[in-house]
């Protein structure tokens, strides 16, 4: 007579997997653990770096407003000016909001000196999560190149601006800029393209008031 075969219990097999593992599971565990409390502890360091990082740039945005850009850059006596704010603060991963956003102002204050190549530099890193941000950054590097002749890259910039851009409004104003990059260069076609577009999906709106003017300006030459 065959003895049947006695299955071992659910209990049984976790205590089993748990003998068997242990080592792993404890290792897990306290990886977890580590996680948990460097999560908690990131949140909270990144919390204390916005708070300073607030505080430094609420010292500075008065100098803006009365056009002290040099001052505003370098900073004065213990006041960190924004090249020392982003240089801490802005960044994609470790950055703070305020940090990001002095990295803009900071690269806007080096355009208002007329240092073009500083502010390019600068327009090119800044990393910022609101999209009509975002792309103020990459049409300022439009403005850069723009200001330099170079018209080419100014277009494209303009161009990624009005992609990036979520108000309708900018996005317009972004094309008719390179729209305007592509008729200094003497690329007539490609201006005109640009400003039918605007004016097709924008209608109404200021840009395309300036894309049907520019078009008119241009269109003998055509």
Not at 105 to 118: I, V
Not at 163 to 184: E, G, R
Request: aromatic residues 10%; positive net charge.
């Amino acid at each position: 007579m065959e003895q049947s075969i006695i299955k071992p219990s659910t209990e049984e097999n976790l205590l089993y997997i748990a003998i068997k593992y242990k080592n792993a599971i404890i290792s897990a565990l306290v990886l977890l653990a580590i996680l948990v409390g460097g999560t908690f502890f990131w949140i909270n360091y990144q919390k204390t770096n916005e708070l300073e990082s607030s505080l430094q740039l609420s010292r500075i945005t008065p100098l803006l407003d009365q056009g002290e850009y040099q001052i505003a850059i370098n900073g004065k006596g213990n006041i960190p000016g924004l090249k020392k704010i982003a240089g801490q603060y802005a960044g994609n991963f470790t950055g703070t909001r305020s940090g990001n956003m002095a990295n803009l102002l900071l690269a806007n204050a080096y355009y208002s000196l007329g240092e073009f190549d500083s502010a390019l530099k600068v327009f090119k890193t800044v990393t910022i999560a609101n999209n009509d941000l975002a792309a103020a950054a990459l049409s300022g590097a439009g403005d850069c190149y723009f200001n330099k002749n170079q018209f080419g890259p100014a277009a494209e910039s303009y161009q990624d601006a009005s992609k990036k851009a979520d108000n309708s409004v900018l996005k317009a104003q972004y094309l008719t800029h390179a729209a305007n990059s592509y008729q200094q260069s003497n690329q007539l076609k490609k201006a005109a393209e640009l400003y039918k577009k605007i004016i097709a999906d924008y209608p109404g709106s200021t840009g395309a008031a300036v894309a049907q003017r520019s078009l008119w300006q241009i269109s003998g030459n055509l």
